[in-house]
């Protein structure tokens, strides 16, 4: 078993950074592709970014690219995603996940955080 919890969240004005932070606990981190995704009222869960278990490779939805930086420290057991010039369609509640390989789609990864809410205002 996996525990993910996220922190960073909140509420910021157009044009604003964040930084999202998620502890995971139990198995060995570095054993994980993490991932972020979000998801906004009424719509879908949807993938932000990837990170494979050594950091060496990352993605991104085309919508973030050039704005988002997902990073991780195996060592703290952490995973993070730095957003810069936030958007008020970045509105949602980010959730970071985990799984055995890094995929865009929800159903690759077994252990969910509980996410963070990010409100961006215009």
């Known amino acids: 078993q996996v525990q993910l919890v996220e922190s960073g969240g909140g509420l910021v004005q157009a044009g604003d950074s964040l930084r999202l932070s998620c502890v995971a606990s139990?198995?060995?981190?570095?054993?994980?592709?993490m991932a972020w995704f979000r998801q906004a009222p009424g719509k879908e869960r949807d993938y932000v970014a990837t990170?494979?278990?050594?950091?060496?490779?990352?993605t991104y939805t085309d919508s973030v690219k050039g704005r988002f930086t997902i990073s991780r420290d195996n060592g703290k057991y952490t995973v993070y995603l730095q957003m810069n010039s936030l958007k008020p369609d970045d509105t949602a509640v980010y959730y970071c996940?985990?799984?055995?390989?890094?995929?865009?789609?929800?159903?690759?990864?077994?252990?969910w955080g509980q996410g963070t809410q990010v409100t961006v205002s215009s």
């Open positions: 996940a985990a799984g055995g390989i890094a995929t865009t789609q929800t159903s690759s990864y077994a252990y």
């Open positions: 139990g198995r060995t981190f570095s054993n994980y592709a």
């Open positions: 990170i494979s278990r050594n950091g060496g490779i990352t």
